[in-house]
Nanobody, 126 residues
Framework: QVQLVESGGGLVQAGGSLRLSCAASGLTFSRYNMVWFRQAPGKERDFVAAVGWSNGYTYYADSVKGRFTISRDNAKNTVYLQMNGLKPDDTAIYYC???????????????????WGQGTQVTVSS
C-alpha cells in the first residue's frame, strides 16, 4: 500500500520560512518523479514544484521561483519543499504527489500523478 505523508505545515508570518516534508512508503521511491501542489480555499489546485528521480531535474511555478526549493533524499524516501520569503498568497493546503511517468514532460498536469498525500496546511499571516 502506497502512502505519502506530508508534514511541516503551520502558521508563519509573512517573510518567514517553513520546510515541508513528504515521506513515501510502499513504492520504489527513487523511480518516481515527485511534485508539490497547493490548493487555497475556493481556488483550484495549483502546481508548485517538481523534482525528477534525482535532484538533477527541478521545475517551479513562476509564483514561487527563487523563494521555494524542492529536493529529495532517496535514502530516506522523502521529498522536501523549503519555502522562504513566504507571502499571504502562499496560504494553502500543500500536497505531495508521485508519478512513475518518465520523462516528466508536463509536471503541472495533476492527472499524471498516481499517488497523493493528505495534505498539510500552510498559513501565512500578514
Amino acid at each position: 500500500q502506497v502512502q505519502l505523508v506530508e508534514s511541516g505545515g503551520g502558521l508563519v508570518q509573512a517573510g518567514g520560512s517553513l520546510r515541508l516534508s513528504c515521506a513515501a512508503s510502499g513504492l520504489t521511491f527513487s523511480r518516481y518523479n515527485m511534485v508539490w501542489f497547493r490548493q487555497a480555499p475556493g481556488k483550484e489546485r495549483d502546481f508548485v514544484a517538481a523534482v525528477g528521480w534525482s535532484n538533477g531535474y527541478t521545475y517551479y511555478a513562476d509564483s514561487v521561483k527563487g523563494r521555494f526549493t524542492i529536493s529529495r533524499d532517496n535514502a530516506k524516501n522523502t521529498v522536501y519543499l523549503q519555502m522562504n520569503g513566504l507571502k499571504p498568497d502562499d496560504t494553502a493546503i500543500y500536497y505531495c504527489a508521485a508519478t512513475s511517468i518518465a520523462p516528466l514532460q508536463s509536471p503541472t498536469n495533476g492527472a499524471l500523478y498516481d499517488y497523493w498525500g493528505q495534505g498539510t496546511q500552510v498559513t501565512v499571516s500578514s
